[in-house]
């Protein structure tokens, strides 16, 4: 594990002027208040439960909870805003009634945002890097909120799951392209007001690209990591692990996942989505406890 990119800003700036520490690492729990979730579908859909499941995660070293309304699975039907909006603020609100985990809003509709952020979201997880609302990077930059920007091809109706494409969606250089677009979209959202310690860049695993470009993606993560921002990386039991592992259930991917997100967090990556917090962290802690024994030997 030598040649650790070193990320290069140690904090998120969140919402109120909040921050979250990414050093060593921010787990983000992800909790997912919807009946189709391509792995956790219909297991949050009571806010109570949801919510206790969250601090759970909490408990477990999760420093950011990632509400969600709408499946981006491949295939899945888009929802429309008055629906996302009942099934996140009741779990938005009953996290905030117990606790002060920083939460973001997974989201690319403005309204759904703003419903979240009035409920006290700290942030907005939008996998659409402001392209799919002209008013989610205003609304973040009025709010002061943070903001992940991550790629994607194409809407989730015109996606496939990474194993399923029919031919490879087209890039010249996968890890090139993705880091440009991220840059430009991180440029846009200045333009828009939003401060740069809020931005977070995401190279979307998962979302348009094949088995193989998800992992050079993810070998390559360093040069995304290199753009000078913090890094979110969203692996956990996505397609692509499940090709390699040849686990088709993405229940029974979680140890796939922290093999996948210990090596993001080895290229300087900071924020680890995971749906398993507690293995996650204990494979982190491993991964460090390596490192720091490597150290103390060249001392
Ligand atoms: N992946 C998913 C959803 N949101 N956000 C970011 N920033 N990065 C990701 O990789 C990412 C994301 C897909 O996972 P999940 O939320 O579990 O599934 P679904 O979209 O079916 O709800």
Redesign the pocket.
């Known amino acids: 594990m030598s040649g650790v990119a070193r990320a290069t800003a140690s904090a998120w700036l969140l919402a109120g002027g909040r921050t979250l520490c990414l050093e060593p690492w921010a787990i983000m729990g ?1 909790l ?1 208040a ?1 009946p ?6 219909g297991v949050h859909l009571d806010p109570l439960r949801a919510a206790e499941a969250g601090l759970a995660m909490v408990e477990e070293g999760a420093a950011i909870l ?1 509400v ?1 309304g ?4 491949p295939g ?1 039907a888009r929802v429309p805003v008055e629906e996302q909006i009942r099934r996140v603020v009741p779990v938005i609100r009953a996290i905030r009634r117990a606790s002060r985990v920083p939460i973001s809003v ?1 989201t690319t509709l403005s309204a759904v945002a703003r419903a979240a952020l009035d409920e006290g979201a700290d942030a907005v ?1 939008d ?1 659409a890097a402001g392209a799919e609302d002209p008013a989610l990077l205003p609304l973040v930059a009025s709010r002061g909120a943070g903001i ?1 920007l ?1 790629h994607r091809l194409a809407p ?1 109706p015109e996606d496939a799951y990474s194993d399923r494409h029919a031919r490879p969606p087209a890039y010249g250089d996968v890890a090139r392209e993705v880091a440009a677009w991220l840059l430009e979209r991180a440029a846009l959202a200045e333009g828009a007001g939003v401060e740069p310690p809020s931005i977070v860049l ?1 190279p ?4 348009g690209k094949d088995v193989r470009q998800n992992f050079e993606l993810l070998a390559r993560v360093g040069e995304v990591v290199a753009l000078g921002r913090p890094v ?7 397609s692509f692990l499940g090709a390699a592992a040849a686990e088709p259930d993405p229940t029974r991917r979680d140890v796939a996942s922290v093999v996948a997100a210990v090596a993001a967090w080895s290229a300087g990556a900071r924020i680890l ?1 995971t ?1 398993e917090v507690r293995g996650l962290r204990q494979g982190l802690a491993v991964a460090a406890a390596i490192l720091a024994a490597g150290r103390l030997e060249d001392a």
Do not use: C, I
């Open positions: 992800v997912n919807t189709d979730s391509f792995s956790d579908g990632d969600g709408e499946s981006t699975r899945a997974d997880n996998v992940v991550m989730p995401d979307g695993l998962g979302f979110l990386v969203g692996a956990s039991r996505k989505r749906h």
